[in-house]
Antibody, heavy 118, light 106 residues
Framework: QLQLQESGSGLVRPSQTLSLTCDIS??????????WSWIRQPPGKDLEWIGH???????NYNPSLKNRVTISLDTPENQFSLDLKSVTAADTAVYYC??????????WGQGIFVTVSS | DIQLTQSPPSLSASVGDRVTFTCRAS??????LAWFQQRPGKAPRSLIY???RLQSGVPSKFSGSGSGTEFNLTISSLEVGDFTTYFC?????????FGGGTRVDI
């Protein structure tokens, strides 16, 4: 059974970079046909797609966040990462990593709450 | 972006009830609509994809229907573990978007 687990700092200062990692177990990041995604949910708001990356290709980002986001793979460690720079309070959210078939999410991590505050 | 509106935001029901709730899209998304169950503090669970196809291992009490802009999720007989939140996702257009969820209260 595929499992995804987010990790990283739960508190980030404004203007700094939010960095999260997703560890994959029960499957390989090199599995064909799947992409690896980050999704977030600010308190009281809907889920928001951040972006995704294919093992065999480059990343794609939500245009609303494109200038601040980097998603990368660490194949030897079987994990992928999210960097979101120049954060503000509006970036406070539960951040989820996920596996996708195309743009369809099929497995989610349980999420990690990140607060942006001084 | 395609907006997804779920209704109702919440509903009250009893064990054994049949419930149906709706996800409406701001434009036609053919059949590229998925449903998820989300329990507090847990990873969301995939239930339905392609509007009506059951994910492997999901009990048949869950069913999806609809096309175009209106989609439904039905739970035929509620059990205690089903009292939680459900949300939809469209994967027709980029970026994929999600509905705001329907909470099922006991």
């Amino acid at each position: 059974q595929l499992q995804l687990q987010e990790s990283g700092s739960g508190l980030v200062r404004p203007s700094q970079t939010l960095s999260l990692t997703c560890d994959i177990s029960g499957g390989s990041i090199t599995s064909g046909g799947f992409s690896w995604s980050w999704i977030r949910q600010p308190p009281g708001k809907d889920l928001e797609w951040i972006g995704h990356i294919w093992h065999s290709g480059g990343p794609n980002y939500n245009p609303s966040l494109k200038n601040r986001v980097t998603i990368s793979l660490d194949t030897p460690e079987n994990q992928f990462s999210l960097d979101l720079k120049s954060v503000t309070a509006a970036d406070t959210a539960v951040y989820y990593c996920a596996r996708c078939s195309g743009w369809l999410v099929d497995y989610w991590g349980q999420g990690i709450f990140v607060t942006v505050s001084s | 972006d395609i907006q997804l509106t779920q209704s109702p935001p919440s509903l009250s029901a009893s064990v054994g009830d049949r419930v149906t709730f709706t996800c409406r899209a701001s434009q036609a998304i053919t059949m590229k609509l998925a449903w998820f169950q989300q329990r507090p503090g847990k990873a969301p669970r995939s239930l339905i994809y392609a509007a009506s196809r059951l994910q492997s291992g999901v009990p048949s009490k869950f069913s999806g229907s609809g096309s175009g802009t209106e989609f439904n999720l039905t739970i035929s007989s509620l059990e205690v573990g089903d009292f939680t939140t459900y949300f939809c996702q469209q994967y027709q257009a980029y970026p994929p978007t999600f509905g705001g969820g329907t909470r099922v209260d006991i």
